[in-house]
């Protein structure tokens, strides 16, 4: 594999040399030229490296050059698209074009009268390659007046409205428009740039005219890109573009489109291009919606969040644009309510399982709630500031408001229960969160207990009584533990039957009662948690699985079998584990193997696979981890035994090969990468070896550079 890779670059290298010779010693064949270029371009698709090779040996520049030297006009259309797709490939290419010289070259091929349609286009695709993603080439274009260039190519390459596309000469006027449009908006954003988009307003009022007089695709889309761009987060522009009517027109288009979506699918998706435009320029200026209201645009955008074509994307553009109608301006709000909207929003709410719908329908929700508390009330009770007449003409001429109000009520309602869900879940949480904390801190005071009965030596009578009385109390203050024990008798006995003595002479009672306070105990936790998640029941059982490692610890401290102490704490611990752990946590507890309980433990990989070895009966998933980390390292030895043992077959270097050498670092230094490209090395030489070889034969003696 290694070896087709390094014949495919050396390829790639010879016929990059061969067709730099070509352009070079056929000056005057600008046929042939032109076949050269349109090749260069084509490896240097096919391969990314090819254009830094290009760079390296200098046929970069030359193409810049013969771009700007020759007299063929078809040898600088096709030497600029080479420029162009080089540098598009690579951004170290890019970074070298990117001088202010080609941009003067290209300006001048722009505005000059003599260059045709086809030679403009390319030198605007030159330009929005070095543009983009580039501030420096943003800055550039700017200083050069490539931008002033552009602009004026913008008004005047399509001189009529009327767009006959079937027309060659036309079509190819419409396609240097586009490249321009395209080529503005990359001077304008990503990044932004301020100054650009000031230079660029100018041509709103151009922009307007035509989006008037002609409503095709063609044209709607490369403007409304254009505009969309050249005003975003900037609200200087923004209040310009409203000056000039540009808000206006592109109510009126989307009024437009929005009545014959109906008819053809793409007027909606076309639409949707308009509304995003219409978006950015009030995001940032929620007041600017007053605008809007004249042409009922929300009742518009909710028609058209129905349309069944459109993607969950463009509906959140849809919804994010109300949302921002609707955020500032009450006009807009009241529209969104006479059409219905506040059912449908709360529609996707329920229905959408996009987080981004979700948010969007949410934001509109919030903006209209104080329009809906006031149509909940009676219509003499508030005062809608200046709109208070407005409403009660309305309240004449619909005879349908009270039914209005009445969906304005429950749809409030709806609100606030979606606005206290979040609240009541996060308080539920964090209560069953301490509620578990608690009940484990006074298991694990019990468990200690026990363990400090069952070593000896435990406390007096009295201390053991009061102690005792201390846990009583403990137990009482949780629900749980009252509902298992009834009385405070039961309770008494199942704290006296921990005492290890006592376990051995009354070990059947003693069952008996801990299986009894088991079961209660599984039972009443079923019915503490039925009003938590899945989650939440997840989180307290792995709570609960938890905390029996104490018990482990106190396993590892045996006493002789002999001895009754230890036979009853035995005893006791089957019981507590009994007692803690539902049906489904006994029965994992007895699989635990050492990496089930060392897992609070501070440990890292070497130690716990050690660990893990070492432990003679595994629970199934620590068997599997230690099958998989025993697989691996066995086929990683293999590897590296066989990597060992491969070494690369010892060649001499002819003759040819050090004439090779002695030439490359004659011309190139030691570069030996540079060299070892250059000249046809034999298969398998390495840069570190022509340095090698070369630094023997220079300490030699007798050894004289060729």
Not at 176 to 203: A, F, G, H, I, Y
């Amino acid at each position: 594999m290694e070896s087709e890779d390094t014949k495919k670059i050396q390829e790639m290298k010879t016929d990059l040399n061969l067709l730099l010779e070509c352009l070079k010693y056929q000056m005057d064949n600008a046929f042939s030229q032109k076949e050269a270029l349109v090749t260069i371009h084509s490896i240097c698709q096919q391969n990314s490296n090819a254009g830094l090779y290009l760079r390296e040996i200098g046929g970069l520049m030359f193409v810049k050059n013969l771009a700007k030297s020759s007299e063929h006009s078809m040898v600088k259309e096709a030497a600029l698209y080479t420029l162009g797709a080089v540098a598009e490939q690579n951004v170290y290419c890019q970074q070298t074009l990117c001088t202010s010289e080609l941009f003067e070259d290209l300006n001048w091929f722009l505005s000059n009268n003599d260059s045709n349609t086809n030679l403009k286009r390319m030198s605007v695709y030159v330009i929005l390659v070095l543009v983009s993603n580039n501030r420096t080439g943003q800055t550039l274009v700017r200083e050069t007046g490539c931008i002033s260039v552009l602009s004026q190519l913008f008004k005047t390459v399509l001189s009529k409205h009327e767009l006959n596309l079937s027309d060659e000469n036309v079509f190819q006027s419409y396609q240097l428009w586009s490249s321009v449009c395209s080529t503005l908006c990359v001077c304008v954003n990503n990044p932004q740039n301020d100054e650009n988009q000031m230079l660029c307003s100018s041509l709103f009022p151009h922009a307007n005219d035509w989006l008037i007089n002609c409503m095709k695709p063609e044209i709607i889309r490369p403007i409304c890109s254009f505009i969309g761009l050249t005003l975003a987060n900037n609200t200087y522009v923004q209040k310009y573009f409203i000056s000039v009517g540009g808000l206006d027109v592109l109510s009126q288009v989307l009024v437009q489109l929005e009545s014959d979506s109906h008819k053809t699918l793409s007027s909606a998706k076309l639409a949707v291009v308009v509304t995003k435009t219409v978006d950015a320029c009030i995001a940032d200026n929620p007041t600017f919606g007053v605008v809007l209201s004249k042409y009922h645009i929300v009742s518009k955008l909710l028609a058209l969040l129905l349309h069944e074509s459109l993607d969950s994307g463009e509906k959140f553009s849809i919804i994010l644009t109300v949302g921002h109608c609707t955020e500032d301006c009450e006009e807009n709000q009241y529209d969104l309510f006479k059409s219905n909207g506040l059912p449908l929003m709360i529609q996707v709410l329920t229905e959408s399982q996009n987080e981004e719908l979700n948010k969007a329908a949410t934001f509109v929700l919030h903006n209209c709630k104080k329009i809906t508390e006031k149509l909940s009330l009676s219509l003499g009770e508030y005062s809608f500031d200046e709109n208070e007449e407005q409403l009660k003409d309305i309240n004449m001429k619909e005879k349908n408001l009270e039914d209005y109000w009445k969906k304005a009520k429950e749809i409030l309602h709806r609100i606030e229960q979606l606005e206290t869900e979040g609240n009541e879940e996060r308080v539920q949480r964090e209560k069953y969160e301490d509620y578990v904390s608690s009940m484990n801190i006074n298991i694990q005071n019990t468990l200690k207990h026990l363990h400090a009965d069952s070593s000896g030596g435990g406390p007096k009578a009295e201390d053991r009584d009061k102690s005792q009385s201390r846990k009583l109390q403990s137990y009482k203050s949780h629900e749980v533990m009252s509902k298992a024990c009834t009385n405070d008798d039961q309770m008494k006995s199942l704290l006296k039957s921990a005492n290890p003595v006592n376990a051995c002479y009354r070990e059947s009672g003693q069952n008996k009662t801990l299986c009894k306070a088991n079961s209660n105990c599984n039972q009443n936790l079923r019915e503490e948690t039925t009003f938590e998640k899945k989650s939440f029941v997840s989180q307290s059982s792995d709570h609960i699985f938890k905390h029996p490692t104490p018990i482990a610890k106190n396993t590892k401290q045996q006493l002789p079998v002999t001895d009754p102490f230890t036979l009853c704490s035995d005893i006791i611990n089957k019981e507590v584990i009994g007692f803690l752990a539902t049906d489904n946590c006994s029965k994992i507890l007895k699989y635990r193997c050492s990496g089930c309980i060392a897992v609070g433990k501070s440990l890292n990989s070497r130690t716990f696979s050690k660990l893990l070895h070492s432990c003679l009966y595994q629970c199934d998933r620590h068997k599997v981890i230690v099958e998989a980390e025993d697989r691996y390292k066995s086929e990683l030895r293999k590897s590296l035994i066989c990597n060992k043992k491969k070494r690369r077959m010892r060649k001499n270097f002819t003759e040819e090969e050090v004439n090779y050498l002695f030439n490359g670092v004659k011309k190139m230094g030691n570069h030996w990468n540079l060299i070892l490209w250059s000249f046809p090395f034999q298969q398998g030489r390495k840069a570190v070896d022509l340095a090698q070889k070369y630094h023997k034969l220079i300490k030699r003696p007798k050894c004289v550079a060729p």
